[in-house]
């Protein structure tokens, strides 16, 4: 019989993942020990930029990492736009601190947040910001967690009247923020205004911070140690 095709990570997705992967009675203990639904998650929401290096470090050593041990009370909405600007012309209606490149970067994973399911999504833009090459990273990462949506889909969101929709729509919500983002990445908490102290926690531990923050009954894995990281940005 054929290896399982899904990463560890996704195996208790569904009833007929978890049968494929021979993990059904250990998802279902899984379930069972989950914390109570009726409380709602920690939302993290992250206004960032591709190819910034501070973005890409919490991401990477942050972020995600957090997501994967804490998602059952932890839910993460990506804002990739950051510090760029919307300009009035037909052709490059975007400008990006780090260049072309990143507006390209950054309109590949809203269009990839826009066609996967959010999960996915997340693992894939995982997979890219921990590449050397976000951009030539795309592909893969995208036939690697979502093998049935083909590349052409994302190309032609890239190219067309979508993804520059989904831009604008990016550029409004960082454009709304109150009180306005001064750098990336730039965080804020469950529809709450941004503040330096939370912050300053979620820089040097998020894990700990959604550890703290979540009101319902703490899952096993809060019981874990924190890292301190030190802070930079874009």
């Known amino acids: 019989k054929p290896a399982c095709r899904y990463?560890?990570?996704?195996?208790?997705?569904?009833?007929?993942?978890?049968?494929?992967?021979?993990?059904?009675?250990?998802?279902?203990?899984?379930?069972?020990?989950?914390?109570?639904?009726?409380?709602?998650?920690?939302?993290?929401?992250?206004?960032?930029?591709?190819?910034?290096?501070?973005?890409?470090?919490?991401?990477?050593?942050?972020?995600?990492?957090?997501?994967?041990?804490?998602?059952?009370i932890m839910a993460v909405t990506l804002v990739p736009y950051g510090n760029a600007k919307e300009l009035r012309s037909a052709n490059s209606p975007f400008t990006c601190q780090h260049g072309e490149p990143e507006c390209r970067g950054n309109m590949i994973e809203a269009c990839i947040l826009h066609l996967t399911e959010q999960s996915l999504a997340f693992h894939i833009i995982y997979c890219?910001?921990?590449?050397?090459?976000?951009?030539?990273?795309?592909?893969?990462?995208?036939?690697?967690?979502?093998?049935?949506?083909?590349?052409?889909?994302?190309?032609?969101?890239?190219?067309?009247?979508?993804?520059?929709?989904?831009?604008?729509?990016?550029?409004?919500?960082?454009?709304?923020?109150?009180?306005?983002?001064?750098?990336?990445?730039?965080?804020?908490?469950s529809g709450q205004e941004y503040t330096e102290e939370n912050e300053d926690k979620a820089m040097s531990s998020l894990f700990q911070m959604v550890c703290h923050v979540y009101k319902g009954v703490k899952p096993p894995?809060?019981?874990?140690?924190s890292v301190r990281l030190d802070r930079s940005f874009c």
């Open 128 to 189: 890219m910001e921990s590449s050397a090459d976000v951009l030539s990273a795309a592909q893969p990462c995208l036939q690697l967690y979502a093998p049935s949506v083909p590349w052409s889909r994302v190309d032609s969101c890239v190219k067309g009247d979508l993804g520059y929709q989904l831009m604008h729509a990016n550029a409004l919500m960082t454009r709304a923020l109150n009180p306005a983002h001064t750098h990336v990445p730039w965080i804020t908490f």
């Open 7 to 72: 990463p560890p990570s996704q195996w208790c997705r569904s009833l007929e993942i978890a049968i494929e992967c021979r993990v059904q009675k250990q998802c279902m203990e899984v379930n069972a020990t989950r914390p109570n639904q009726a409380v709602p998650p920690v939302s993290v929401t992250l206004y960032y930029e591709s190819l910034c290096p501070d973005c890409r470090e919490f991401i990477t050593q942050q972020l995600f990492p957090t997501w994967t041990m804490l998602q059952d």
């Open 221 to 225: 894995a809060c019981t874990g140690a």
